[in-house]
């Protein structure tokens, strides 16, 4: 996999999520995939589909990918998100690490910054 896939793979990632697009989004995993936040744990893919499902259908938050560096099959990224929670727009950067495996995310560790929480 060159830089230029694994920072398309995780652009395409971030698109899907913003889309609502589930399916896209989880066609973007291996069947394997390991999903780790600071709080969470999630691994394969009906886990997955509960994680992302969830959350699309919870606050609703947008994603923006600020920085994005990418070295063969893996990624680190800052991002943003931004959401609306009783009527307050919240931000709050994102610190991401990637690994791809075949043009997929393979695993992903994703801190929200200055918190244990994580995306």
Request: glycine share 8%.
């Amino acid at each position: 996999m060159t830089t230029t896939d694994a920072a398309a793979a995780i652009r395409t990632h971030v698109r899907a999520f913003n889309a609502r697009n589930l399916d896209a989004l989880l066609a973007g995993f291996t069947d394997d995939a390991v999903w780790i936040t600071g709080t969470t744990t999630v691994r394969g893919r009906a886990a997955l589909t509960g994680l992302f499902d969830e959350a699309m259908r919870g606050l609703l938050p947008t994603l923006e990918v600020s920085d994005l560096l990418a070295e063969g099959d893996r990624a680190a990224g800052q991002m943003t998100e931004t959401l609306t929670y009783r009527g307050e727009r919240r931000t709050c950067p994102i610190a991401a690490f990637y690994e791809l495996r075949d043009g997929r995310i393979a695993s992903a560790k994703v801190y929200r910054e200055g918190s244990a929480d994580v995306a």
